[in-house]
């Protein structure tokens, strides 16, 4: 009997079991191995989206979820969301995204998982203990490259969704057990996320009508806790990422030969990135600051509430010193209000040894987090004028391109909605505690495009460990919280079922 | 019969053959494309002596080097000249030094050719139109890292010497034919130019009274040609190498997640590297120009007759303007002025892409020329004690470290010495015209220490083109520089065999 069949059965039969939580549960921990075998399937693929020429890696991977997906009789879509424009004028064709639909009964709510599969660069010589494609259990944690961010999470989502079918598929000759998804589960899974979710904007604007016209929530389970409490995060900052080039020599010149004739690229690439920020962390590009929502009194007593621990999250990052010594301003210097970071610099010398080079042509790479009521169009202007004129000021023979290349807007969800109250409900039950209420400093882009666009409420959820070091070397999730967190999952679904349709 | 028979037999004959040049020089034409496979066998070799990874490359290069010395019959040594302290405490063998000598007549004079193997890194993505390693021959130009620098001036002197035997090797039954060297020949061949000659110093000290005794000149054929016009070097500027490392997060950390509480590595570099130089190229660390000896009349007076053409130049680099727009200034900011170029960071973020990372620890590398009358050691508190100060008034939580990692002195010599005049008369034999005395902008690390420890007389006599790119993408050797090069070596040590002993 194949799974098309067993999942026809299962829509055949009534839908009135009762809600089997702790046989559910225990299926989930007797299944462990099987679910870190499929994260190390997952982890073993350099989905890296910011990287053009893993691209083939990455279609790969969408072609993966796929495959999982179908095993498990959804309807699966693989849908073409165009193509990326590179810098240098040439297209590149986008990863697909996939799709899938289980159950489609008018009777319940319908949930919509949203994820994504694609990963920031990593390489073993960064300093990871481990090859980060090969998914590698140290004392129950699981150390891989997106293993956290956000293959776990998906693999979650699709397990839960699985949990129903199969185990009516081992379990065929005990009809008792038979359990079923208590609300229709759709998928939406990307492979563009960190890069800015290139295309799924549009995507989503197309579907409004179809894929989106029967969903009422939509749950996005992505980034982390904040501490060994479960949380449920209700706001991320936005980012916007810029280029700035500064080129001079047709080519890169060697510097014995060529010191003291030219005016050196990076010398002015030095000095236009020291005047973005201040020696204490301070924005210096005018207008930012004064564009950011004031605190209120209550999210500061709500920050108040959050459980987090200074000393920790020093050591955690291993700094001598903090931006800030309390508490609430940590926090909201974290998560609402806004950051410079200067990634890196690309075109200059950056191997290890003494290479004696003028570079000819040099990029920096940095971001600014932005968040309410910032507008990335706004930044853009404010970033690009500013630098142009501090580049003016030094007269420099050479020439200065800033470029914005992604600009994703924050979001801000309100944290009374009963999709909220589910949540809660479902940690409950699942760790018997409250979860923390949080914000995210990173950015899920497309969060913001599912509330302006569907209008639907969102939730977001998430699975990752306050420690899971995501974009960083060494990057785990741990057993724990990847098999918690499928259970959660399973109870969450539970509860939304509940929610009265009135409150949709 | 071998070469160390025909060797041999040679040494037997009497050496009083009158010089043939038309003869020699027609035979260099003649084997021109063996001389290309030579150098394309040497090219293909990755000698990169800053990265550590390739240091089999570069015992293997000095293994070949050696082999081919011994193949013409010299008495060849490879000479173990320690281990090198790497910046994490480990140690890693130096490559060996190759000597070899031909002739011990003590009726003639003995000069040593010194060298280098090692090059510059090179990766085709750093934009090389071809493989760097593949020695490519474009309308009469052989591109590949090293060609230039220094490869084919090392296999020029071999060749010359080579020339005295093969051409006997070949022409056996014509025994007319038969030259010889016009004066013994020793070898000093290096594989660590590139990163400050490390363990030659101490080398030179040890084998002054031994290797050094009986020679008589030294000359070096490292550089380049300022114009078509050939050239004669008597000075070069020396390198100070620095690293500051700023280290903060214990590792990498994601800029949405982290950025805002910590104060980032790279926000103090680049402000510490931004008080290094003025947007228009002046040092700012104090004392290093105080330093520097003032630029005489007859100094100017030479740079004024120096054939160099200010648009040429300019168009090479590609610049839009150059930092001086008189010959004399541009001149003596290249040879005689010290510079300061940042030549990238390690450990930050390099790739294409958009990876949105606080990198944890960064280093930047940067490196001073300086030139007479600075000192490494002066210069190398200067920056430090500069940089330790200007980090200090930022108070960051992050540390500091600056390291001076090579203090290469400058070298001038004497354009009045014979073996200047010799220069100067073979460049009239060979192109017909007098050579451009100039100096040279880069380092030389190992002329200093000539002249300091030996006591010996020293000429720079540049074999590369002006337009060689050495160091950068695209490093080439024209046919016409290696193979009249090859007959300017040939009709130099028969100059040098009529300096008056008395000269010496």
Same mark, same amino acid.
């Given at each position: 009997?194949?799974?098309?069949?067993?999942?026809?059965? $299962?829509l055949?039969?009534?839908?009135?079991?009762?809600f089997?939580?702790?046989? %559910?549960a225990?299926?989930v921990?007797d299944h462990?191995?099987?679910? /870190?075998?499929a994260?190390?399937?997952?982890?073993?693929v350099?989905?890296?989206?910011?990287?053009?020429?893993k691209?083939?890696e990455?279609?790969?991977?969408m072609?993966?979820?796929?495959?999982?997906l179908?095993?498990?009789?959804g #309807?699966v879509?693989?849908?073409?969301?165009?193509?990326?424009e590179l810098? *240098?004028?040439?297209t590149?064709?986008?990863?697909?995204?996939?799709t899938?639909?289980?159950g489609s009964?008018?009777?319940k709510?319908t949930v919509?998982?949203?994820?994504?599969?694609d990963?920031?660069p990593?390489?073993l010589?960064d300093?990871?203990a481990?090859?980060?494609y090969n998914?590698? *259990?140290?004392?129950g944690n699981?150390y891989?490259?997106?293993?956290?961010?956000n293959?776990a999470?998906?693999?979650?989502?699709?397990i839960?969704?699985?949990?129903?079918?199969?185990?009516?598929?081992?379990?065929?000759?005990l009809p008792q #057990?038979i359990?079923? $998804?208590?609300?229709?589960?759709?998928?939406?899974?990307?492979?563009?996320?960190?890069t800015?979710?290139?295309? %799924?904007?549009? &995507?989503?604007?197309?579907?409004?009508?179809? &894929?989106?016209?029967d969903?009422?929530?939509?749950?996005?389970?992505d980034?982390?806790w904040l501490?060994? =409490?479960?949380?449920?995060t209700y706001?991320?900052r936005?980012?916007?990422?810029?280029?700035?080039e500064v080129?001079?020599?047709k080519q890169?010149l060697?510097s014995?030969v060529y010191?003291?004739?030219?005016?050196?690229p990076? #010398?002015? %690439?030095?000095?236009?990135l020291d005047?973005?920020i201040?020696?204490?962390g301070?924005? $210096?590009?005018?207008?930012?600051r004064?564009?950011v929502?004031p605190?209120?009194?209550?999210e500061?007593?709500m920050?108040?509430?959050?459980?987090?621990?200074l000393?920790?999250y020093?050591?955690? #990052?291993?700094?001598?010193?903090l931006?800030?010594?309390?508490?609430?301003?940590l926090l909201?210097?974290?998560w609402r209000y806004?950051? /410079?970071?200067?990634?890196g610099?690309e075109?200059a010398f950056?191997d290890?040894?003494?290479?004696?080079?003028i570079p000819?042509?040099?990029?920096a790479?940095? !971001?600014?987090?932005?968040?309410?009521?910032?507008?990335?169009a706004?930044?853009?202007?404010?970033?690009? *004028?500013?630098l142009?004129?501090? &580049?003016?000021?030094?007269?420099?023979?050479?020439?200065?391109?800033?470029?914005?290349?992604?600009g994703?807007k924050?979001?801000l969800a309100?944290?009374q909605?009963? $999709?909220?109250?589910?949540?809660?409900a479902?940690?409950?039950?699942? &760790?018997?505690?409250?979860?923390?209420?949080? =914000?995210?400093?990173g950015t899920?882009p497309?969060?913001?495009?599912f509330? *302006? /666009?569907?209008?639907?409420s969102i939730?977001?959820?998430?699975?990752?460990?306050?420690?899971?070091?995501?974009?960083?070397q060494n990057?785990k999730?741990?057993?724990?919280?990847?098999i918690?967190?499928t259970?959660l999952f399973i109870a969450? %679904?539970?509860?939304?079922?509940?929610?009265? !349709?009135?409150?949709?």
């Open positions: 009997m194949n799974l098309q069949t067993v999942h026809s059965i $299962l055949a039969i009534s839908y009135s079991q009762a089997q939580y702790t046989e %559910l225990q299926y921990d462990q191995e099987e679910y /870190v075998e994260l190390r399937d997952w982890v073993a350099e989905s890296d989206s910011s990287n053009i020429f691209r083939p990455l279609h790969r991977m072609e993966m979820v796929a495959q999982k179908r095993e498990m009789g #309807t879509e693989l849908v073409d969301i165009g193509e990326q810098p *240098d004028g040439q590149l064709a986008l990863p697909k995204v996939v899938a639909q289980f009964d008018p009777s709510h919509c998982v949203y994820g994504h599969v990963v920031q990593a390489k010589e300093g990871w481990t090859n980060p998914l590698t *259990d140290i004392k699981l891989g490259r997106g293993a956290s961010d293959k999470p998906v693999l979650i989502a699709i839960r969704t699985s949990t129903a079918f199969m185990w009516l598929y081992f379990y065929i000759s #057990t359990t079923d $998804l208590p609300v229709n589960v759709k998928f939406l899974i990307e492979g563009m996320e960190e800015g979710s290139n295309g %799924l904007d549009a &995507f989503i604007l197309a579907q409004n009508d179809t &894929f989106f016209s969903v009422d929530y939509i749950i996005i389970s980034c982390g501490s060994r =409490r479960p949380a449920l706001g991320t936005g980012n916007c990422y810029f280029f700035a080129e001079g020599p890169d060697h014995g010191g003291g004739t030219v005016i050196e990076m #010398t002015d %690439l030095i000095g236009i005047t973005l201040s020696p204490s301070k924005i $210096l590009i005018p207008g930012i004064e564009a929502a605190l209120s009194d209550e500061w007593k920050y108040q509430d959050v459980e987090f621990n000393d920790h020093k050591n955690e #990052t291993g700094v001598n010193q931006m800030y010594n309390n508490k609430v301003d909201a210097h974290m806004p950051t /410079v970071s200067i990634h610099i075109g950056s290890s040894g003494t290479k004696t080079v000819a042509k040099v990029t790479k940095f !971001s600014i987090r932005q968040v309410p009521d910032m507008d990335p706004v930044v853009k202007k404010q970033v690009t *004028d500013y142009y004129s501090v &580049f003016a000021k030094r007269k420099s023979p050479n020439s200065l391109k800033v470029t914005m290349v992604i994703a924050p979001w309100d944290t909605h009963p $999709l909220y109250e589910a949540g809660k479902a940690v409950q039950r699942v &760790f018997n505690m409250d979860p923390d209420m949080i =914000r995210e400093g899920i497309i969060a913001r495009t509330q *302006d /666009v569907t209008g639907k939730i977001m959820m998430p699975i990752g460990g306050f420690d899971d070091g995501m974009h960083s990057e999730i741990s057993r724990y919280n990847y918690e967190g259970k969450y %679904l539970n509860e939304v079922a509940q929610i009265k !349709s009135t409150s949709v």
